[in-house]
């Protein structure tokens, strides 16, 4: 049997395809839910509806200033320095030897010449008996050449003897009593050298250091002791040049040191610009110097006038800015009320609890003082003036 070829080919399947009625009842259905999603969100919301404001905020009272616009600033500038003795010296001998004896210790106070170390001295003390003894020799030649002399100029007189004999003589007896003065001048030496021998306070003072203990073999110009002068102190303090120029010689200041006020004056000027801090050394004399001790740190204050307009707020004005800057919130009239405006400002100096600023604060200027966390641009406010307030309260700092 033969199959035709209707029968021999596969059905093809349709591919079913949205109609157009399809899509919009798709749309409808979208629609319809849209609508319960906004019915539920308008039944959440309260059935008295949403606030509308009907007038507006009230005003915030506030503290006030009146900014009062400066052309100079007074800076109080400090500069440190260190309190030293006048004279300060490390003693020792000028020979060697051995010590035998060691006066004063460390924090002994001490007068000019008063003895503070020995050296064993027996060496020195028998060469200068002998030298004495060379003394006495060379002075019983010497008066017994000068006899002689005498003996022979009288022959020498009478015809007796010749010129030579008298000039012999005379020679001799120039030889005796260059004898005596070197033997005088041996024994001077070494009356010096016993003396060397005894270290002395070549001024008053306190012993901070001592090096050498009895025993011990001391060398020529080696340190023993330690001798600071406690009479005279002074101040050296580092000041820039121009703080410098305002001081004269004679001048009387205040120094700051950790136990209170101390008296100086001013002394001398190096006159030379330390290349490392820029500034010249000036020397105070200490008036007092009972009342600090050598090595304390003093402080000088000085005040210095910069030409910077600007004008004095209280920290608590400020609020932070952008770029480095700080504003603050000025009160300003507008329609019959207060409303709170910020101004820019840059800080110049800083001191204590205040400021000296400059920028767009104009003079009179309702500077607001406090409450400024609560604050934003074109707040309504009431201004409370406390510029009196304000002005008493630096007084009684000052």
Do not use: C
């Not at 080919?9 to 899509?23: C, N």
């Not at 120094?255 to 101390?262: A, N």
Request: net charge negative; charged share 25%.
């Amino acid at each position: 049997m033969t199959q035709t070829g209707d029968q021999m080919t596969q059905p093809r399947v349709r591919e079913k395809r949205p109609t157009a009625m399809k899509g919009v009842l798709f749309l409808l259905g979208l629609a319809v839910l849209v609508a319960l999603l906004v019915l539920v969100a308008l039944t959440q919301r309260s059935s008295e509806g949403p606030f509308i404001p009907e007038a507006l905020p009230e005003a915030l009272r506030v503290s006030v200033i009146d900014a009062e616009l400066g052309e100079q600033l007074t800076l109080e500038e400090s500069f440190s320095g260190l309190i030293v003795a006048r004279r300060t010296s490390q003693l020792g001998f000028s020979a060697s030897g051995r010590v035998t004896r060691i006066h004063v210790d460390v924090g002994d106070r001490v007068r000019t010449g008063q003895p503070l170390g020995q050296l064993d001295t027996r060496n020195l003390a028998a060469q200068l008996a002998a030298a004495d003894a060379s003394i006495a020799e060379a002075r019983a030649n010497y008066e017994l050449s000068q006899t002689v002399v005498e003996r022979q100029t009288k022959l020498f007189a009478r015809g007796h003897v010749a010129q030579q004999r008298v000039d012999e003589a005379t020679a001799q007896a120039d030889a005796a009593l260059a004898r005596i003065e070197a033997a005088s001048a041996q024994a001077e030496a070494l009356k010096v050298a016993i003396d060397l021998a005894v270290i002395r306070a070549p001024f008053s003072g306190m012993i901070t250091n001592r090096m050498i203990d009895e025993g011990a073999i001391a060398v020529p110009g080696g340190p023993v002791l330690e001798l600071v002068e406690d009479g005279k102190l002074e101040a050296r303090i580092g000041l820039p040049a121009a703080s410098v120029a305002g001081l004269a010689e004679g001048q009387r200041v205040e120094l700051i040191s950790d136990t209170g006020l101390v008296e100086a004056q001013v002394r001398s000027t190096t006159g030379i610009v330390d290349q490392t801090q820029r500034t010249i050394m000036v020397i105070f004399d200490i008036l007092s110097p009972e009342e600090v001790n050598t090595g304390a740190i003093v402080r000088l204050s000085l005040d210095r006038t910069v030409d910077e307009r600007g004008v004095w707020l209280p920290v608590s004005a400020l609020t932070e800015a952008a770029r480095g800057l700080w504003s603050v919130y000025v009160a300003t009239p507008e329609d019959g009320g207060w409303i709170a405006r910020p101004q820019l400002v840059e800080i110049v100096q800083t001191e204590g609890q205040r400021v000296y600023a400059r920028g767009t604060v104009r003079d009179g200027d309702k500077v607001i003082i406090d409450g400024i966390g609560r604050l934003v641009p074109g707040q309504p406010v009431e201004p409370i003036d406390h510029t009196p307030a304000l002005a008493a309260g630096h007084e009684n700092e000052g």
